[in-house]
């Protein structure tokens, strides 16, 4: 069976391994890593649970072999706090964004992408930020108010730091 | 779900690329954003013993214009596509079609070569190529290359005029003229899912005449359909909405839809003829300069 000697840098730590070919992301982040934040929900690339951020873009890592992600960064939801909540782990807190939470790490981390490219978005463009992830608890109302919280907060801090 | 097993290559250059599905033959396939590829293999659908990654091969990856065309390198994301300035102001019959295909994470990884390549008449970018007259190059063993035009390109459901051994590179759209317009509508049950139907329509204008029309329709037959007919009823006039209704009658005839659990087949003439309708007036609009 075919392996290869993969070395992928997740959330700024780089993590070896002998890998089947076939091998997906999402196992390796899982499995091999014991990150298990990243969640598998469809296995189908629908429901969005499995999203990490691949190089800084949104990605289903249950559509991406382990060796294609070789020598490239990755970060999931492990990697969102820092000395505090990340603004959008603080929001889904604030805002009740999730009831059983399954979909909240892949709902953050496609956030945090929507965010990083556009950081005031407007409700329709936070709609379809997450439009690729699936929720099916909350109706995503609280979601949309959550992402608006960390959108404000992020907004506010970087005001006051740059005074 | 994990796919069978296989052997992943990962080439630094295109001609290495080649070289290996040449050697390794019909067993290997091309492997580009994976998000037709990959869920295939986990349901077994496709067995390849090896995958070769074109994904890092950062010379396919590019959006320009040069002599006449619009050139898309092959593994332009549809997400760039969206994003793209060039794209919005010149050619928004494109953004119209990247920013309706599946959802935005799978976006950022599905390539538009890879749309067209899979050969799959429910994907959205065949239509909207054939409305746009565009040209396939594909490169071959030894530096060989050869341009493809759209309308001979798909052969069948999941299957086009790519040889095992050949990579599509690059796709060229005709510049349009000054008063061009195109655009793309789609029907899905919900974000992410294949058409129930789209139309994809252009329209070249000179003095008030149309000159040129294309008419390309989706997941409503075995390949993408290109409406001829329809096509035919436009030039020549000036696109009134009566001549509108009569194209868009004649798109709906052209269409060969099958009913499935997205529609029956008299539901799915019927979404022909009204998106086709919607699409030729929307591409009127734009081609006139309004909206
Ligand atoms: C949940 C979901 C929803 C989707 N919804 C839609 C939708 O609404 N509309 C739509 O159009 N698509 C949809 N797709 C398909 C998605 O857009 C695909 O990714 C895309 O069609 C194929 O591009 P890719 O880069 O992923 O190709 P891959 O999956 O890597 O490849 C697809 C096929 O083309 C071949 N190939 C790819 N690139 C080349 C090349 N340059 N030269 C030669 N052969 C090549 C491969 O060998 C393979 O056989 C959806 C996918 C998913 C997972």
């Known amino acids: 069976m075919a392996k290869k000697s993969i070395t992928i840098n997740i959330n700024g730590t780089p993590r070896s391994g002998e890998v089947e070919d076939r091998l997906l992301l999402v196992h390796f982040i899982r499995d091999d890593c014991a990150l298990t934040g990243t969640h598998i929900g469809c296995d189908s690339t629908h429901c969005g649970a499995c999203t990490v951020l691949l190089d800084g873009t949104a990605v289903k890592s249950c559509t991406v072999l382990a060796v294609q992600a070789d020598g490239r960064e990755v970060s999931t939801i492990e990697g969102m706090e820092g000395a505090a909540l990340h603004p959008l782990q603080e929001g889904f807190f604030e805002e009740h964004g999730l009831q059983c939470g399954f979909c909240t790490p892949g709902m953050i981390m496609s956030a945090k992408h929507l965010l990083d490219n556009n950081p005031k978005p407007n409700e329709e463009e936070i709609r379809c930020g997450i439009s690729g992830n699936l929720c099916r608890c909350t109706g995503y109302q609280n979601i949309v108010k959550s992402v608006q919280y960390a959108s404000n907060k992020i907004q506010e801090s970087e005001s006051v730091g740059g005074e | ?291």
């Open chain 2, 1 to 291: 779900m994990i796919p069978g097993t296989f052997d992943y290559h990962s080439p630094d250059t295109l001609d290495e690329a080649i070289k290996l599905l040449n050697d390794l033959g019909e067993d290997a396939k091309v492997l580009a954003g994976g998000h037709s590829l990959l869920p295939m293999m986990k349901w077994r659908l496709a067995e390849p013993t090896h995958l070769v990654d074109i994904s890092r091969l950062s010379d396919l990856d590019y959006i320009k214009e040069e002599n006449g065309y619009l050139c898309l390198g092959a593994m332009v994301t549809e997400s760039a596509l969206e994003n793209s300035e060039l794209i919005a102001a010149k050619y928004p019959i494109l953004k119209d079609t990247s920013e309706v295909i599946a959802d935005p994470l799978v976006r950022n990884l599905a390539s538009v070569g890879g749309n067209i390549a899979h050969g799959d008449p429910a994907n959205d970018h065949p239509a909207t190529m054939l409305a746009l007259n565009a040209i396939v190059v594909v490169c071959g063993p030894n530096g060989s290359k050869r341009e493809i035009n759209i309308d001979d390109f798909f052969l069948g459901p999941l299957w086009t005029a790519l040889q095992d051994n050949e990579i599509l590179t690059e796709i060229k759209i005709p510049i349009p003229k000054q008063y061009s317009g195109g655009c793309y509508i789609k029907l899905e049950r919900k974000v992410g899912d294949y058409a129930i139907a789209a139309c994809a329509a252009t329209l070249d204008f000179e003095n008030g005449q149309c000159i040129s029309a294309g008419i390309g329709l989706t997941n409503v037959g075995p390949t993408p359909v290109r409406a001829s007919d329809s096509q035919n009823m436009l030039v020549g006039t000036d696109v009134s909405d009566e001549i509108i209704e009569k194209a868009s009658v004649l798109a709906s005839e052209t269409s060969q839809p099958v009913g499935d659990h997205r529609g029956s087949e008299e539901y799915k003439r019927g979404v022909v003829k009204t998106l086709t309708e919607r699409a030729i007036m929307k591409a009127k609009n734009r081609a006139l300069g309004g909206n």
